[in-house]
């Protein structure tokens, strides 16, 4: 593999390339980091049931993003058949962390949504998901791999504002409610150094 594709990974994030991505209008334009929270089926944080004994979990959020979620799997799943989406990652109740897309492409996780004017958030915004759900407060596990990840992307990519990670509901009001009443922003923004509004 080209040393540049893998220079676009985390490390250490398990790679499950979603065909949900697409090139970004400029792949330098990264400006935000979008958190949002998914559970399938929602608020359910089961093993997907047709993952080998011993082997690593498998999940319907991946499903969801790989295109291959059965709608006969759960009657929840029938209502969202086809819809085409991904996120750049997704941050699981444990801390493993699942790739879906590089980060010089564009994951379809926004929506329509505006961030300081600028509309259209996917061309220029990482989006991380974490597994969960408005109802339920997040692991420490979760919160310790978000806040490493978005150390690494900071370094990474020194263009990304510091200050500039967003919940979803705060790009998409009224849509979009995630990451929800639950995240604890002062914890995240005390471990990154960022004031609090």
């Known amino acids: 593999m080209a040393a540049d594709a893998i220079a676009q990974r985390l490390p250490g994030a398990l790679w499950c390339a979603s065909p949900n991505s697409d090139e970004r209008p ?100 990482i989006g991380i998901e974490l597994e969960g759900s408005d109802t339920r407060p997040f692991t420490d596990a979760q919160y310790t791999a978000l806040i490493d990840t978005i150390r690494w992307l900071q370094t990474r990519y020194p263009q990304l504002p510091r200050e500039a990670i967003t919940g979803h509901s705060d790009i998409a009001p009224g849509r979009k409610t995630d990451p929800g009443p639950h995240f604890d922003w002062p914890r995240l923004r005390t471990a990154l150094g960022i004031a609090t509004p």
């Open 26 to 125: 400029d792949p330098a334009d990264l400006a935000l980091i979008v958190i949002h929270n998914i559970s399938l089926p929602p608020d359910s944080y089961d093993a997907h049931p047709d993952a080998p004994e011993g082997s690593p979990p498998k999940s319907y959020i991946d499903d969801l993003f790989l295109n291959r979620l059965d709608p006969a799997a759960h009657p929840y799943f029938a209502s969202i058949a086809g819809l085409q989406v991904s996120a750049h990652l997704c941050i699981f109740r444990d801390g493993r962390i699942h790739q879906y897309a590089a980060f010089d492409r564009r994951a379809w996780h926004a929506g329509a949504s505006t961030w300081q004017g600028r509309s259209r958030c996917n061309d220029f915004s």
